[in-house]
């Protein structure tokens, strides 16, 4: 079984035109008709640009993490999509899977939110809400996942995004702040 997270970027509503004026070389939604993208694939240059329409005329040391989320992917295919106003810092919760016995917890920024959980030697996603419907509706209830593999892809997925990091940190210059990644990915204040 081949068992990625992926990193999404979302909250991009942006028609396509829109996007092919404003962006350079900006990547294609990770499927028709959900409009999030895959941060890695986006370049500093457009990353600048997400960074200021982000921020808007607020300062960005009291700015939340880009809004966004991640993405469970099992042989390629998605299961679980980030749902509606998730954040990058959603990665400090994803953490706990690396504690051995972590306690069952939910995404807390984003909703409908999963509860993730381990029983044995699996990760159990739950994806019900008896108020919201998961994006896409067609999401399964129940998503099972190796412990050791998620645990691995996590791994894999932290130091990626701390390579990303240091591209983002480029711009801290420009947005007068000594680590711009710590706040726009991380969700740390300065």
Not at 53 to 81: C, M, P, Q, R, T
Not at 116 to 133: H, Q
Not at 147 to 166: D, F, P
């Amino acid at each position: 079984m081949g068992l990625h997270l992926i990193m999404k970027l979302n909250g991009l509503f942006i028609k396509i035109r829109e996007i092919e004026k404003n962006y350079k070389n900006f990547p294609e939604p990770i499927k028709k008709g959900i409009y999030q993208y895959p941060l890695f694939d986006i370049n500093i240059d457009d990353m600048e640009k997400i960074i200021n329409l982000h921020i808007g005329d607020s300062n960005i040391k009291d700015s939340i993490s880009l809004f966004g989320g991640y993405a469970i992917s099992v042989n390629n295919e998605i299961e679980l999509f980030p749902q509606c106003c998730g954040l990058l810092e959603e990665i400090q919760l994803w953490k706990n899977i690396l504690i051995e016995n972590f306690s069952e917890f939910y995404l807390t920024e984003c909703h409908p939110s999963p509860l993730i959980i381990k029983k044995g030697e699996e990760i159990v996603i739950i994806c019900e809400d008896k108020y919201e419907t998961f994006i896409p509706p067609n999401t399964k209830k129940e998503i099972r996942l190796d412990y050791n593999k998620t645990k691995e892809a996590l791994e894999k997925l932290l130091k990626n995004l701390e390579v990303y990091s240091n591209k983002v940190n480029e711009l801290s210059k420009t947005f007068q702040v000594d680590n711009l990644a710590k706040i726009i990915i991380w969700g740390e204040k300065q």
